[in-house]
């Protein structure tokens, strides 16, 4: 499996908006969203596999040296293939490389997958949002970046 992954451009919001009212019917992000997203403090990714679209995932910074996801979306017949792990891993290094000392989310409570994915990861529960969501609760998480650790 030959995977890329890329800075999200123009061309690809078609494609993104179209997996975007599969996976979320309720509240998805329009072509709008996805381009005033696309600021200097935002980076949009695709991930792609011999040039198809197969996932994508936003990701803030803050000027507090922080670092916020706002989504990972794996396309639904690509899910449960490791896809989802891989995209994460190559948020987490981004922030790493940009210094950032922590990594926040929100995801929905009922969300057992996305949640079991970023425990997987060392992302701890440090709050309970009622009713963040139109669809319900969420939890929000974060991961700390910086360790106490002396690699010496
Ligand atoms: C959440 C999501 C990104 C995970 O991507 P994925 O490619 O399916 O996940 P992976 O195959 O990389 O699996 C990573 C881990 O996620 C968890 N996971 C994924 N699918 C799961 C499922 N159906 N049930 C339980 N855990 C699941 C597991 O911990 C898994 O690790 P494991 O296989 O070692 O047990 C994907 O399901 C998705 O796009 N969902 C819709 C959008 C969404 O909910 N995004 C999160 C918004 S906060």
Same mark, same amino acid.
């Given at each position: 499996?030959?995977?890329?992954?890329?800075? +999200?451009?123009?061309?690809?919001?078609?494609? =993104?908006?179209?997996?975007?009212? =599969? =996976?979320?019917?309720?509240?998805?992000?329009?072509?709008?969203?996805?381009?005033?997203?696309?600021?200097?403090?935002?980076?949009?990714?695709?991930?792609?596999?011999?040039?198809?679209?197969?996932?994508?995932? +936003?990701?803030?910074?803050?000027?507090? +040296?922080?670092?916020?996801?706002?989504?990972?979306?794996?396309?639904? *017949?690509?899910?449960?293939?490791?896809?989802?792990?891989?995209?994460?891993?190559?948020?987490?290094?981004?922030?790493?490389?940009?210094?950032?000392?922590?990594?926040?989310?929100? =995801?929905?409570?009922?969300?057992?997958?996305?949640?079991?994915?970023?425990?997987?990861?060392?992302? *701890?529960?440090?709050?309970?949002?009622?009713?963040?969501?139109?669809?319900?609760?969420?939890?929000?998480?974060?991961?700390?970046?910086?360790?106490?650790?002396?690699?010496?």
């Amino acid at each position: 499996m030959t995977l890329t992954i890329r800075r +999200m451009k123009n061309d690809d919001l078609n494609i =993104v908006t179209e997996i975007e009212k =599969v =996976v979320w019917p309720d509240d998805p992000w329009t072509h709008e969203d996805f381009i005033d997203s696309n600021n200097p403090w935002c980076y949009c990714w695709v991930l792609e596999e011999k040039n198809e679209l197969i996932g994508y995932s +936003m990701q803030y910074f803050d000027s507090d +040296m922080t670092s916020h996801i706002a989504n990972i979306c794996i396309k639904p *017949e690509r899910q449960r293939q490791g896809l989802g792990k891989i995209m994460l891993n190559h948020l987490i290094y981004i922030a790493r490389l940009l210094k950032a000392i922590s990594i926040s989310l929100e =995801v929905n409570a009922t969300n057992s997958k996305a949640l079991h994915l970023y425990k997987a990861f060392g992302f *701890e529960i440090i709050d309970f949002l009622k009713d963040y969501y139109p669809t319900g609760d969420a939890y929000k998480m974060k991961l700390h970046l910086l360790t106490n650790r002396c690699d010496v």
